[in-house]
């Protein structure tokens, strides 16, 4: 017959799956960053050297910088049927890698971003295998 895990070693292994993915998409959060304050047209926009008129067009509407992880994510590409969409995954890919559009360092961190939309399915299992254990927790011990 298959030992049964006890239910503190579970509640604890639980409670370390779901803090290990929070601080993964914490550290992932930090790396885009990092890749992002690299890029050259968030350095140009950040340089205070620089007139308003400079680098106003630097910005979106919603005061982002327009860097070309920006591009890839806000930049439509015409499709198929002739009408401009959105960029899919490997348009965005293209478009950050080509010679003229691309940039190391906004590649870098689109890399990170599509690792992190993995990893960010993972917390939502974590705590799923948390609230089981809560609902065991529930039977056992008095209301
Ligand atoms: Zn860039």
Known sequence: MKQAI??????????????RLLQQVGQM??????HLAECPVMKKAGDWTLSAEQTNDLYDEKMLVKTHLWEAFNETVESDYGNQVAMNRDDQEVHLTE?????EHCYAAWRVIQERRDV??????????????????LKVTPP
């Open 6 to 19: 006890p239910f503190e070693t579970r509640v604890i292994t639980a409670l370390a799956n779901h803090e």
């Open 120 to 137: 960010r399915q993972e917390p939502g299992r974590a705590r799923r295998a948390l609230r089981m254990l809560g609902k065991s927790a």
């Open 99 to 103: 010679e003229d559009t691309g940039c």
């Open 29 to 34: 959060k930090k790396q885009i960053g990092a």
